[in-house]
């Protein structure tokens, strides 16, 4: 069996270079691969161009750790507390280093992945008429459509290098099973030339087949699958890892100034060595149990007899 | 004498006024998720509550959300899909009403959440998320937002959600249906003049005078003469509001 399972540190050094566009926070505030973003700090992999639709938190870390030279999403922040202060400081005083910003809303971002996805040049929205985003997007066009004569506005295509999505399980061959909310995953996963998988748990492949309606995207799609238990933390996973609010208002708190903000990237990502040093510090500081599943909730089985 | 609520619980309780039974409602985030709570647990049995990331659902969750992604919002939900088809929900008009909220509003409803200020005083908002999608295809849009000089401005610098443009006519000209129907303030309620798409008092909250409002207005708003006072929130209202939101996070 040809298997694409790394460790994490592996599938990061492997499929993802400095300069390239990379997919992450696909499913909005749920889902997000932070492990692949820490690891992503640790390998000090620069020049990036980060690519999602709201992108909670995990954009502004990368970008206050000088990975990112270009970001291209709808909102970025932190969704619970609002303003992202390292997105600020780059934004409005170029530190640590100047970004360019590419804005979207959160349904042109998806029309541009999407677009890639099945391979055309753009695709028409009705959205961002009349707003000055398209000002700040050389992507939004406005035209008329051929056959109604209405003005409607057109998403260039946007295929990142890679992109980089937690998932609750997948297979060593990289087909996934994703539930709750996809946001713009699976766009993502058909636009990238490369996909990065970071799995909560990693199963056999017949548990995959059992429920295919599940499956986010089929194996053949994907470059790489790394087991993180936990690795979304601090945002939730369903059934695997509910949200840790008390993170983010830290994080807030903490990257308030650059000198509290490198303090948290020494504790929590530059100061561990991977993700299994993370798991023990969250354990440590009593976090895993806050966001351990309380009650699970299964679903009933479907039935795929004939 | 009604029980003492807060602001943010009035603005939410208004809020939740907005919504008819029966009607697909783009929820969004902080007061109007609340708003939609409320009105779920009210007037409004049958309203179907959609969120950008995919969840639609038709009862309230069963523990208070900080994010529309957080775990008991999916639990019970009727649907989990993706952004594309819940935004196309939204593009094909299905979607009766939106809500939103500001950093800067101005006289004809245009909202900015890109950024605000200028030249060497720059300060760099989040942006629009899925509020420009929500302001140019919900059938209704309804605004809420703290009631500041600096918020309420003659003219936004970026329209990051059109309103009414720079008037009657501007939409149509845009290609856009729907648009703003009301903002909601911690000071007032406010519509849109049926003739210059203007925004003009519609109420005020109890204890507000029209002067006050003026003064935190950049522009010379109409208030008509002897304006309504807006309803206030039963203890009921406040029960639920104060169930899906036991710290007061977003209502205090």
């Known amino acids: 069996m040809e298997t694409k399972l790394y460790t994490l540190p592996e599938a990061i050094s492997l499929f993802v270079r400095p300069g390239d566009t990379v997919a992450m926070g696909t499913a909005l505030e749920s889902l997000i691969p932070f492990a692949a973003g820490h ?58 280093h100047p970004i360019e910003v590419v804005e979207h809303t959160n349904l042109t971002l998806q029309a541009a992945l999407k677009a890639a ?123 695997y890892t509910n949200r840790d609010d008390g993170f983010y208002r830290a994080y807030h708190g903490a990257s308030r ?45 479907a039935d795929y007899g004939f | 004498m009604s029980t003492p609520y807060t602001a943010g619980e009035l603005m939410i309780f208004r809020a939740a006024r907005e919504i008819r039974d029966r009607e697909l409602v783009f929820v969004g985030m902080r007061l109007p998720l609340l708003a939609y709570l409320l009105a779920r647990s009210t007037h409004a049995p049958r309203a179907v509550g959609l969120f950008e990331n995919g969840v639609l659902r038709d009862q309230p969750a069963a523990e208070p959300l900080i994010t529309m992604s957080d775990p008991p919002n999916l639990r019970g939900a009727r649907m989990c899909m993706g952004m594309e088809t819940a935004m196309g929900l939204l593009q094909a008009g299905h979607v009766q009403l939106g809500f939103i909220g500001g950093a800067e509003i101005d006289r004809y409803g245009n909202l900015n959440t890109t950024e605000v200020g200028v030249d060497d005083a720059v300060v760099r908002l989040p942006g629009s998320g899925g509020a ?23 003219r936004v610098r970026h329209v990051t959600s059109p309103g009414y443009g720079t008037g009657r006519g501007w939409r149509d000209a845009q290609g856009l249906g729907g648009g703003p129907s009301t903002v909601i303030t911690d000071k007032a309620v406010f519509t849109f003049h049926p003739r210059t798409r203007e925004m003009v008092v519609s109420s005020l909250h109890p204890g507000v005078t029209p002067d006050e409002v003026r003064a935190l207005t950049g522009w010379p708003v109409v208030v008509p003469p002897d304006p309504p006072r807006t309803e206030e929130p039963s203890e009921t209202d406040l029960a639920v509001i104060r169930r899906y939101d036991p710290e007061g996070f977003w209502s205090r």
Not at chain 1, 149 to 169: F, N, Y
Not at chain 1, 273 to 300: C, N, P, Q, S
């Open chain 1, 39 to 96: 690891e992503i700090v640790r390998q000090e992999i620069g020049d990036l161009t980060l690519v999602g639709p709201i992108s909670d938190m995990l954009f502004d870390l990368l970008i206050g750790a000088g990975c990112v030279r270009r970001v291209v999403a709808a909102w970025v922040g932190n969704v619970m507390m609002g303003t992202g202060y390292n997105f600020r400081r780059a934004v409005e005083r170029g530190a640590p």
């Open chain 1, 117 to 239: 996805a099945q391979g055309l040049p753009f695709l028409p929205t009705r959205t961002a008429l009349g707003s000055t985003i398209l000002e700040r997007n050389p992507g939004l066009k406005t035209f008329r459509c051929p056959f109604t004569g209405q003005t409607l506005m057109a998403v260039s295509a946007l295929a990142p290098d890679v992109a980089i999505l937690h998932v609750q399980r997948a297979d060593a061959l990289g087909n996934a099973h994703v539930w709750g909310n996809l946001g713009v995953t699976q766009e993502a996963a058909f636009a990238a030339e490369r996909v990065i998988l970071v799995a909560d748990e990693v199963v056999a492949p017949w548990v995959i087949s059992s429920d295919p309606n599940r499956t986010l995207v089929p194996g053949f799609r994907v470059a790489a699958v790394a087991e993180a238990r936990w690795g979304s933390h601090p945002s939730p996973c369903q059934g």
């Open chain 1, 257 to 301: 100034t650059r000198e509290g903000f490198e303090a948290w990237l020494d504790r929590y990502v530059r100061g561990v060595e991977d993700h299994g040093a993370y798991v023990r510090l969250l354990r440590d500081e009593g976090r895993l149990a806050g966001v351990a599943v309380r009650e699970h909730a299964y679903t009933v089985a």
């Open chain 2, 132 to 154: 420009c999608d929500i302001a140019c295809l919900a059938g209704r849009l309804v605004v809420v937002m703290k009631h500041e000089r600096r918020r309420f401005v003659e």
